[in-house]
């Protein structure tokens, strides 16, 4: 059994925290390899990631408020893609 999109969408996110193992991670690629939404939101995160983490080495101040505001809005874009 798979999981939604929904759940998906917080596997992804919580796997920019802490990276998602075992059992949770082989659901979350199995359902990417099939959805395109789900696999844009995906790299979509993982891109944003990495920038943080590059605006992260120059500095630290409120880049946890702009982390959360970039997060909040790739994730407006993927529900706004999704339908739901
Ligand atoms: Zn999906």
Request: charged fraction near 30%; glycine fraction near 4%; aromatic fraction near 6%.
């Amino acid at each position: 059994m798979l999981p939604s999109c929904k759940e998906v969408a917080q596997l992804a996110s919580e796997n920019i925290d802490t990276p998602v193992k075992g059992n949770r991670w082989l659901k979350m690629k199995l359902h990417l390899m099939m959805c395109t939404y789900c696999r844009r939101y995906n790299k979509q995160m993982n891109l944003t990631q990495e920038t943080i983490c590059k605006m992260d080495n120059h500095s630290h101040d409120g880049s946890d408020d702009l982390k959360k505001q970039v997060f909040e809005k790739v994730e407006a874009n993927y529900k706004k893609a999704h339908g739901n």
